[in-house]
């Protein structure tokens, strides 16, 4: 069996481990900043891109490589390229794909300094975004221009949760000549692969499920051809903000164990879910996995499983909310997702407080959602804990 073959939970395991020497079955960490060249001609050879190698790990290191093999054949993509956050890896591929004077057409759901990295970074450079509710195709056709390059989706949206069709998504871009860039971070390839779907570029913040075990800041560009890749490995060279071997390592462990931690992640979080819509303190609760998700038609056509997050806001708006956070004590009170343990956040104060009230507003941010992040332990004592911190509200 070839290992395209394969089905994903042993590509999981078995992507990008290729035959070393001595045979370990899993690849070494190459700590080193630099590789020796065999002669003076071979260095010039390597730099001239007439022979293939390593020259210095901040162009490529085959650690790094491993783990963005293994990535790209997870997404089904071509290549990939390991960036040093999910951050870093959004910039990297926005500043490859844009130049002055081109438009992008952006979901409002989007991770807060994403937004932020579009409204006072890159519109510097005369770039200019509108922000469109993305569930709702006619604007996304409405906001596009003559100069749109990119079509940028994040789906689900955090935190909303906002869920918008990638094959519609990418119709639309592709007839008015832009590429169509997707972050995956919140389903993972497991749950959601978009280059199946006619997207471009998929971005991850390999910080949450991916790596999984929140001991790591790390990003990756997945891109479909060669062209591409090769634009965006040159651009991510300049602007240098690669991923490091070590990390690298520990996020290629994590994918191992990716698609179980999927599977978790979404049938603990269907019942949380549950859990809430059905609790008199609960206003509302936004989840893909639940029939009340304004898409959930949308979301079942395209991800094989709800994954791990949830929004929601009690009856009491933000004080309600406050009370809940500050007495849960399974739950950790922390940003960030994706990992083993069950976090919970405040969006509005935390993760999207640099987006401001007004693009929360029109974003569907309101001051009393809180998000859940639903961690791998039993969900039984998931649900207890937020059961008897919601009795203090
Ligand atoms: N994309 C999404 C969907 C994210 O949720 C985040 C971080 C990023 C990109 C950026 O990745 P980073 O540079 O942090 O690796 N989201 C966070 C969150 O919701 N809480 O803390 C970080």
């Known amino acids: 069996m070839t290992k395209k073959e394969m089905g994903i939970s042993s590509k999981c395991v078995h992507a990008g481990i290729d035959n070393y020497e001595f045979g370990p079955v899993v690849p070494p960490i190459y700590q080193t900043s630099t590789f020796k060249f065999e002669s003076a001609e071979h260095g010039a050879k390597l730099f001239a891109g007439k022979e293939a190698g390593y020259i210095y790990t901040r162009m490529l290191n085959p650690t790094i490589e491993a783990m963005e093999n293994a990535v790209a054949a997870l997404e089904g993509g071509y290549k990939a390229l390991g960036c040093g956050s999910g951050m870093a890896a959004i910039n990297t591929a926005l500043t490859a794909l844009l130049s002055a004077g081109d438009h992008v057409v952006c979901s409002k ?38 100069n749109t390059k990119v079509v940028y989706i994040e789906t689900p949206g955090n935190p909303t949760l906002e869920i918008a069709d990638l094959e519609e998504v990418s119709k639309i871009a ?160 922390a940003v960030s997702l994706g990992g083993v343990e069950t976090l919970i956040q405040h969006p509005a104060s935390m993760t999207h407080a640099s987006m401001g009230k007004e693009a929360r507003e029109s974003a569907s ?20 804990d937020i059961e008897d911190a919601l009795k203090t509200v």
């Open 365 to 384: 941010i309101t001051d009393g959602l809180v998000r859940l992040s639903v961690g791998i332990e039993d969900v039984d004592d998931i649900i207890k």
């Open 174 to 333: 592709h007839k008015g000549g832009a590429k169509v860039v997707v972050d995956n971070t919140f389903m993972s390839p497991i749950l959601q692969r978009p280059i199946e779907l006619g997207v471009d570029v998929v971005v991850h913040s390999m910080t949450k499920f991916l790596n999984g075990h929140a001991d790591v800041v790390a990003g990756i560009i997945i891109v479909k051809d060669d062209e591409s890749y090769l634009s965006m490995r040159k651009v991510l060279n300049q602007l240098g903000g690669v991923i490091d071997p070590f990390n690298s390592f520990l996020v290629h462990r994590g994918l191992k164990t990716l698609a179980l931690r999927m599977e978790r992640h979404s049938e603990s979080a269907m019942k949380v879910a549950e859990f809430l819509e059905n609790h008199p303190k609960v206003d509302w609760v936004r989840f893909p996995g639940l029939k009340s998700h304004p898409q959930y038609e949308i979301g079942i056509k395209q991800h094989s499983a709800p994954g791990g997050m949830i929004s929601f806001e009690l009856k009491g708006g933000y004080e309600a909310g406050e009370k809940l956070m500050n007495s849960v004590e399974l739950c950790a009170l």
């Open 109 to 146: 759901a989007v991770y807060g300094p994403t937004s932020t990295l579009l409204n006072t970074v890159l519109n510097r450079f005369n770039i200019e975004t509108t922000f469109v509710n993305a569930s709702d195709i006619k604007q996304v056709q409405e906001a596009m221009k003559p």
